[in-house]
């Protein structure tokens, strides 16, 4: 079992950034990819980045490239998503995964932390 915590999410102007920090606990000896999904009000959960067991290879959803940057270190059982140039449409409550493989699939996660919310007013 492996247990996820997510935490940074809060109020911003548009253009302003935020780091989402994601606290992974348990078994966390397995090789697990993590994902950052989000899911707006109204809409569905979707995919926004991953990064693989390494961190070598990172993966990110077209509305958010080059604005958004996943990261983690290993050693602190720690996964983050830098945001920048944030914009209304990125407003969502946004969840941490781990899958044994990386995916944009949410589908096939295994895990997940209970979301935070982040506001970007206009």
């Known amino acids: 079992q492996v247990r996820l915590v997510e935490s940074g999410g809060g109020l911003v102007q548009a253009g302003g950034s935020l780091r989402l920090s994601c606290a992974a606990s348990?078994?966390?000896?397995?090789?697990?990819?993590m994902g950052w999904f989000r899911q707006a009000p109204g809409k569905e959960r979707e995919f926004a980045a991953a990064?693989?067991?390494?961190?070598?290879?990172?993966y990110y959803a077209d509305s958010v490239k080059d604005r958004f940057t996943i990261s983690r270190d290993s050693a602190k059982n720690m996964v983050y998503l830098q945001m920048n140039s944030l914009k209304p449409e990125d407003t969502a409550v946004y969840y941490c995964?781990?899958?044994?493989?990386?995916?944009?699939?949410?589908?096939?996660?295994?895990?997940w932390g209970q979301g935070t919310q982040v506001t970007v007013s206009s």
């Open positions: 995964a781990a899958t044994l493989n990386v995916y944009s699939d949410q589908s096939r996660y295994d895990y």
């Open positions: 990064i693989s067991w390494s961190g070598s290879n990172t």
């Open positions: 348990g078994r966390t000896g397995s090789r697990y990819a």
